[in-house]
């Protein structure tokens, strides 16, 4: 049972444009949702997070979007750049009942190409 | 600014052997993180310690799998009897964290095991 999904294996986006990446979950108990970019042959990269008391975190390009009743968040990348071009996981959290934090849960990923 | 350091970065092995892998976390992370990935999808959360406590294990940790944080600082993984199914790319994360309150999770570039 997948409990972070993200549907689109690849999305192909124009350099310049924005980039739309998207991820939805099923535990209502998730309170903390990140985003990581991966480099073939390197670990994940932290991007962005948000907290589920809020419903939207900028960094520079990067902005997540939390939509808690649809379960739904989304990553907006603008404007696209050739180094973009990565796979990029949606990953999600709960405050454990052992008094730290939990693992992460991940989906399966979403290869972004940036085309020049 | 050092990260996470995981050693060594590849590990060939024959069935039945012992692994054993190291994680060097990034030095003021007080929570350090065990997943594994395996090829097209995310990374599954293994364990955690907060400083040298181990506070929660996945059901995906067999009896099979060790891992230790003495001191509160670096932390060995060990698989014992290995298996073909314990191919995979070991990753290590770490961050900080005080009470009630979540911190990205930062990773290293992981350690691969193949299983011959």
């Known amino acids: 049972d997948q409990q972070v999904k993200q549907n689109s294996p690849s999305l192909s986006v124009q350099e310049g444009r924005i980039s739309i990446l998207n991820c939805d979950y099923t535990?209502?108990?998730?309170?903390?949702f990140l985003w990581y970019k991966k480099y073939p042959a390197e670990g994940p990269t932290f991007l962005i997070s948000?907290?589920?008391i809020k419903d939207k975190n900028e960094d520079g390009r990067f902005t997540v979007f939390l939509n808690k009743s649809a379960k739904h968040l989304s990553l907006h990348i603008v404007p696209s750049q050739p180094g973009d071009s990565a796979v990029y996981f949606c990953?999600?959290?709960?405050w454990g009942s052992g008094g730290g934090a939990d693992g992460l849960t991940f989906g399966k990923g979403t290869h972004l190409i940036i085309q020049p | 600014d050092t990260g996470v350091s995981q050693d060594p970065r590849h590990k060939i092995t024959k069935r039945g052997q012992n692994v054993t892998f190291r994680c060097d976390p990034i030095?003021?992370?007080?929570?350090l993180y065990w997943y594994r990935q395996t090829l097209g999808q995310g990374p599954e959360f293994l364990t955690y310690?907060?400083?040298?406590?181990?506070?929660?294990k996945s059901r995906l940790l067999s009896d099979r799998f060790s891992a230790e944080r003495p001191k509160g600082s670096f932390s060995t993984l060990e698989i014992q009897r290995t298996e073909q199914g314990d191919s995979a790319m070991y990753l290590c994360?770490?961050?900080f964290g005080r009470g009630y309150g979540n911190q990205p999770q930062h990773f290293g570039d992981g350690t691969r095991l193949s299983i011959l």
């Open positions: 994360a770490s961050s």
């Open positions: 030095s003021e992370h007080n929570r």
């Open positions: 310690f907060q400083n040298e406590a181990q506070l929660e």
């Open positions: 535990n209502s108990m998730f309170d903390y």
């Open positions: 948000i907290s589920s």
């Open positions: 990953a999600a959290s709960a």
